[in-house]
């Protein structure tokens, strides 16, 4: 037997579904919400969430409803961010602590596994971080700080380093923050929208911004990005689109022995200056997903250290899911960051 905090929650349990077309609608889902209220269904080691803030894609925050009766870390009513990955704990990346490379992960919202755009969630305790009395927003978007923050560690930025971070979309948005807490001088982030570029100025003033114009070489690029920079060239560039030409742009920018961390996601194969990466000894490294940053994230942004507030730009009812993602999607409304919340009645 579990234990729930209440039996009053009224609302059904519905969830936001997509097919191989990216269809979107919104249907009931599991667990049900009889299941909810009398802390059925819970496996060994899983709690029930009531999702409360999700950012789009799959980052959630919620409180605590039910326990099973193996969960001696977690309450109901304990607030938690959620880490969404299920790991088997046995393959070599998991014994290792490199956990995001885990052989047979289940990663919430990657097909066939379920996400967290539901009202109601069965999760593991153990990735279930409690965030104390942070908002739910800041709570669901510790998962995007996870993935700027795993790309600091292994980029190795340092204070004062020079830095070009490519793409001012949320990740990015991201990156920079945590550059300009980390101390790098200077900064150079890149967009191909005017609009994020402003953005971008907006939440870290000191940030240099160089708008990517269709039709100039990766070559002229750099160019321009070195002198924006002072004629200083980057000694990391932390690649945030996965775009082809954007990459090529960084590993021509970046100084000799200086390094090109990918953290976006591209295409299957493409074309990248190599020569330029062997003769100029340039390290090219990326980036999968993260490992162990949930408590360090919670840290920085309880400490006012890193603020994600800004980055929200608009907020949905989990009924309106699908105007979301249209809003999302579409880049004349400005949206950087949107939100899908729902209002549970506990």
């Not at 029930?48 to 009513?77: D, F, M, N, Q, R």
């Not at 927003?137 to 930025?157: Q, T």
């Not at 920079?229 to 082809?244: H, I, Q, R, W």
């Not at 591209?266 to 990326?286: A, C």
Request: proline letters at 5%.
């Amino acid at each position: 037997m579990s234990t729930t905090t209440t039996t009053t929650i009224s609302k059904t349990n519905v969830g936001v579904y997509t097919n191989p077309a990216h269809d979107l609608w919104i249907a009931e889902s599991k667990p049900t919400l009889e299941e909810v209220k009398k802390g059925e269904g819970l496996k060994d080691g899983e709690v029930t969430i009531a999702i409360k803030s999700t950012g789009i894609c799959h980052e959630s925050a919620g409180v605590i409803l039910a326990v099973h009766p193996s969960v001696k870390s977690l309450k109901p009513g304990d607030r938690v961010a959620i880490e969404p990955n299920i790991i088997c704990g046995q393959c070599e990346p998991c014994l290792t602590g490199r956990y995001n490379g885990c052989e047979k992960v289940e990663f919430l919202s990657t097909p066939p596994f379920h996400g967290l755009l539901r009202r109601y969630v069965n999760h593991p305790a153990v990735w279930c971080h409690k965030i104390g009395d942070m908002s739910y927003e800041n709570g669901s978007m510790l998962e995007p700080l996870s993935v700027a923050l795993a790309g600091m560690e292994r980029s190795g930025v340092r204070l004062g380093d020079p830095v070009l971070i490519c793409g001012a979309g949320p990740i990015g948005l991201v990156t920079l923050l945590c550059c300009n807490a980390a101390g790098a001088e200077p900064m150079v982030i890149t967009d191909i929208d005017d609009g994020r570029l402003k953005f971008a100025k907006e939440l870290v003033p000191r940030a240099r911004l160089y708008k990517v114009e269709r039709g100039v070489t990766p070559e002229q690029t750099a160019e321009d990005i070195i002198k924006l920079g002072g004629d200083v060239k980057p000694s990391v560039a932390l690649e945030c689109t996965g775009v082809e030409s954007s990459i090529a742009s960084a590993i021509w920018s970046v100084k000799f022995g200086g390094k090109v961390f990918v953290i976006g996601v591209g295409k299957s194969e493409m074309s990248i200056p190599f020569m330029r990466l062997s003769t100029q000894e340039i390290d090219l490294q990326f980036q999968y997903r993260y490992s162990n940053t949930w408590p360090r994230a919670i840290r920085l942004v309880e400490s006012g250290v890193i603020d994600l507030k800004r980055l929200v730009t608009h907020r949905f009812d989990i009924e309106d899911a699908v105007k979301a993602f249209g809003t999302a999607a579409d880049p004349k409304t400005g949206a950087i960051k949107v939100q899908i919340q729902s209002e549970v009645d506990i």
